[in-house]
């Protein structure tokens, strides 16, 4: 009894010095494993101790393992001592085209507190050698498997970038999901082409907004080349315009005095009408016997004042071949005669 006192108090002695507490932080959790126990078998606990906690239990016999179960981020930049490396530890693929590119890639991933103990039983014995051992081979090789897919051309569309870290991160979660690890997000950064190739994308985007430059220059003057025509078919549609109403005008003018001219032309006509019918009137009344002496009044009125000559029957001159010579010689004759 005495031996078997003095054996616990030295357990409890040793007990005192090397601890029999344990603790988590707020964002890890425990795992023991156990070395010895009379009660339990040897190995890791599958029981995980929660975040934010104190534990009891004797620590000689049982190893003690903390995992951060908070997200996490995995960088695999070019810039030296930027990412979880030093040096350039950016991830290079090929595209479908057969160009080189070296892309900075951010992987944010978490531990599932479930799954602790497995990853302590098979993967390691902290975060840091569970992403190391895990999370960093398999995305290096699930993100290049997805990036390889595209061309040259499409790593420059921005919503292509984003489908191809959906997929890749879709792809990264249906293999560490089983072991543990779930994946929240995969970001491509900043992405190199070789030298070559760059300066030819340069050039070929230089080419590019020249033709863009151009295309734009040539449907401006294309649409000012339209402002003028339309600014000309208006200026001719004034001019035809006004000359339509010119024309109208002189139409008018044309038509008020042809309207003038037969006013008139049936006035002198209807007058020239109204006087033959008059004249012929006068000839029917001077046809007859009214007619006739009014013929002997006018001749008379025409006759009067004027100096009568009458010439003796018998002479021998006929009235109708008078030679007036001849007949002023008769006259004179006769009047020295008388």
């Not at 070559?196 to 040539?218: C, G, H, M, P």
Request: one cysteine or more; a neutral charge.
């Amino acid at each position: 009894m005495r031996r078997l006192l003095a054996v616990v108090t030295l357990i409890f002695i040793a007990t005192l010095g090397t601890g029999c507490t344990a603790s988590t932080e707020s964002t890890e959790v425990g795992v023991r494993t156990n070395k010895w126990s009379p009660l339990a078998a040897r190995g890791v606990v599958d029981d995980i101790y929660p975040q934010g906690g104190t534990y009891f239990f004797f620590r000689p016999l049982s190893d003690w393992h903390v995992f951060d179960v908070g997200l996490q981020n995995l960088e695999m930049l070019r810039e030296s001592g930027e990412g979880s490396r030093t040096g350039d530890d950016s991830l290079r693929f090929k595209t479908v085209d057969g160009n080189d590119i070296s892309v900075n890639v951010t992987i944010a991933w978490t531990i599932e507190p479930q799954q602790a103990p497995y990853l302590l039983r098979f993967v390691g014995s902290s975060t840091r050698e569970v992403e190391e051992k895990l999370v960093r081979p398999v995305s290096r090789t699930v993100v290049r498997d997805v990036l390889n897919q595209l061309t040259s051309e499409e790593y420059y569309r921005a919503e292509r970038r984003f489908e191809m870290g959906e997929a890749a991160m879709l792809r990264l979660n249906a293999v560490l999901n089983s072991e543990g690890v779930l994946v929240e997000n995969v970001l491509l950064g900043e992405h190199r082409f070789n030298t070559t190739y760059e300066q030819t994308i340069r050039d070929k985007k230089v080419a590019e907004q020249e033709a863009s430059r151009l295309t734009s220059e040539t449907r401006a003057a294309v649409e000012e080349m339209a402002r003028d025509l339309e600014r000309a078919k208006g200026g001719v549609g004034q001019k035809i315009e006004e000359a339509r109403g010119e024309a109208s005008k002189r139409q008018l003018d044309a038509d008020a005095l042809y309207f003038e001219r037969q006013q008139q032309a049936e006035a002198i006509l209807s007058e020239k009408q109204a006087r033959a019918e008059g004249l012929t009137e006068r000839a029917r009344a001077m046809s007859g016997s009214g007619g006739r002496a009014m013929v002997k009044l006018k001749i008379a009125e025409a006759l009067k004042g004027k100096k009568i000559i009458f010439i003796p029957a018998g002479t021998g001159m006929d009235l109708r071949q008078t030679n007036v010579n001849e007949l002023l010689q008769v006259y004179g004759a006769k009047s020295i005669g008388q």
